[in-house]
């Protein structure tokens, strides 16, 4: 039996500004995020011809609160349908202020053979001068590429890796860049020019995620910086932190007593610890001799946490498979 053609694209929604709401077309900001339904976010993108587009919605959230049970549903519904032959690719609605955390995430867990594309919009559904139409329409475009696989983030005309991406702008319509590395590729008339070949990234697979209700690890960040000390992760400690990611500053420099308080918090318990560095730009270049605390390379802070999240959960299911 022949296999159905792959035409089709499917849109999971999660809320966010692109399905956001004003009272006025010309109010950019006074919005509520997280109002407009994906079926109508569809209706408005004029996607590429020839491509059937389904969509379902999996959260209305503003980005701001994403959570890892939405995180675990989201994955689970990725999972299942790259998994349908008729499905090119799956594309994402999302709030910019968390995107490249859940971009990240999907990229550590799912292991798709397909496109997996998220995108969202700096101004709300009701602006006048909405750019999430173009953005989804963009994504959908990107989605239905065939020969792609892996999830890239889509925005002002550029995609992005999940690796790579982060936001830089709290306004402005190219909120998103990619560092050092450069965005993958531009879209030009709806076309994709790819500048750099797809990264894939190792997933864990489905099965390190906690079941449904159950604890996730609990990491948070804390900062290195002049006249900083180590009472935050004392008390931390104290509360039964997990794991701790350190945006150090320059090369992965730790404040020495901070650095002094996070080896007492690994000698006391078993915290995990990460250093990444607090630069917009660039990665922790290891030194050469060995380092108290490991290296998080070229990812940013947030993008550190949710890693160390997903080793924590991959070490207390070591036998977990990839999907």
Not at 124 to 149: F, K, Y
Request: net charge neutral; with cysteine; proline share 5%.
């Amino acid at each position: 039996m022949q296999s159905p053609v792959q035409n089709t694209v499917v849109v999971l929604g999660t809320g966010g500004t692109i399905s956001g709401s004003a009272a006025s077309p010309d109010d950019n900001l006074g919005y509520v995020a997280g109002t407009v339904g994906v079926d109508a976010l569809v209706a408005s993108a004029n996607g590429p011809a020839g491509v059937a587009v389904e969509s379902e919605q999996i959260a209305q959230l503003d980005s701001k609160d994403m959570d890892f049970a939405t995180w675990r549903r989201l994955a689970e519904r990725v999972a299942h349908h790259a998994a349908r032959p008729e499905v090119a690719g799956i594309v994402i609605t999302h709030g910019t202020d968390t995107l490249e955390e859940t971009a990240w995430f999907l990229a550590r867990v799912v292991a798709a053979a397909k496109p997996v594309v998220l995108t969202g919009a700096m101004r709300p559904a009701t602006s006048r001068e909405a750019d999430g139409p173009g953005n989804l329409a963009d994504a959908i475009a990107v989605a239905s590429q065939a020969g792609r696989a892996g999830v890239v983030v889509v925005f002002a005309g550029q995609v992005h890796s999940a690796h790579d991406v982060r936001k830089v702008h709290p306004s402005r319509l190219d909120a998103f860049a990619s560092g050092d590395a450069g965005p993958l590729g531009r879209l030009e008339g709806g076309r994709l020019a790819s500048a750099r070949p797809w990264p894939r990234e190792a997933a864990l697979g489905l099965g390190v995620l906690p079941a449904e209700g159950a604890a996730w690890p609990w990491v948070e960040i804390v900062s290195s910086a002049a006249g900083v000390d180590g009472r935050a992760v004392a008390a931390l400690v104290d509360a039964g932190v997990d794991g701790l990611v350190v945006a150090a500053t320059g090369n992965g420099s730790v404040h020495r007593d901070l650095a002094a308080a996070l080896a007492r918090a690994a000698r006391r318990r078993p915290v995990a610890i990460l250093r990444a560095t607090r630069c917009l730009d660039g990665a922790v270049a290891e030194k050469g001799e060995p380092e108290a605390f490991a290296s998080a390379g070229d990812l940013v802070p947030v993008k550190a946490r949710v890693e160390l999240v997903l080793r924590l959960l991959q070490a207390r299911a070591p036998a977990a498979k990839a999907d």
